[in-house]
């Protein structure tokens, strides 16, 4: 019994690095979200054109071969990333190119008569857009964000493949250690599925209070 409880320490110590992972790629995929959804919608050509070509290529190639671009291709070119930052980097841009269109779908979404209340209200377009148009897309955009997160979450055991202690790097290692398969990935198994769960409860949370004080937004 106590070597497996150092056994979990480990897995306990992998589900940290997990959740840094998740954590961090969120955040680098929602502003790559917001920066490329957005210039989809650009009036200028340039940047629709740059921010197009970044969606189609994150999400046309796979996220092994961004992993590995990250980390054993830029040193060669000089830009030298830790597993942690090499994990951060291919994931939030990766997640970050679907959640673009999300962020674009939402905003298309918002009904016409928003936009010409805008026009009505003398508001300018970034202004519309911030205070009216803004805040009612990102409710729409809540629930494929959540989905997005826990893509993510779920993605992490890639860096794994990298030598990042994950989860799934330590129950490799307890099971080589153990000889024993069932009870590191089974745990695992409980610990995504929780942090999953997690992820969910926090979306719907802060859904209900967005569309609580949503209604002084709509104009």
């Avoid at 954590?23 to 490329?36: R, T």
């Avoid at 307890?174 to 069932?182: E, I, L, W, Y």
């Avoid at 929780?194 to 209604?215: N, P, T």
Wanted: charged fraction near 10%; proline fraction near 2%.
């Amino acid at each position: 019994m106590t070597q497996w409880s150092g056994y979990f320490g480990l897995i306990l110590q992998g589900a940290l690095v997990t959740i840094e992972l998740t954590l961090m790629g969120s955040v680098l995929a929602l502003i790559m979200a917001f920066l490329a959804g957005m210039g989809r919608l650009s009036h200028v050509l340039a940047l629709r054109w740059l921010a197009t070509a970044y969606i189609e290529f994150f999400r046309g190639t796979s996220i092994f071969v961004q992993l590995f671009f990250a980390y054993f291709v830029l040193p060669l070119v000089g830009v030298e990333l830790t597993p942690l930052q090499a994990g951060v980097l291919a994931l939030g841009l990766n997640v970050g190119a679907y959640a673009a269109e999300v962020v674009r779908g939402a905003v298309q979404s918002i009904g016409r008569e928003q936009h010409e209340a805008c026009i009505a209200l003398n508001l300018g377009r970034w202004q519309g857009m911030r205070h009216v148009i803004l805040p009612q897309a990102f409710l729409v955009m809540l629930p494929t964000f959540g989905n997005n997160a826990i893509e993510l979450l779920k993605a992490t055991s890639v860096v794994s493949l990298i030598s990042l202690a994950d989860l799934t790097f330590q129950a490799q290692v307890v099971r080589a250690q153990t000889g024993n398969t069932m009870v590191p990935f089974a745990t695992i198994l409980v610990i995504y599925f929780i942090l999953a769960l997690l992820i969910s409860w926090g979306v719907r949370s802060l859904e209900r209070r967005l569309a609580r004080g949503l209604d002084g937004v709509r104009v």
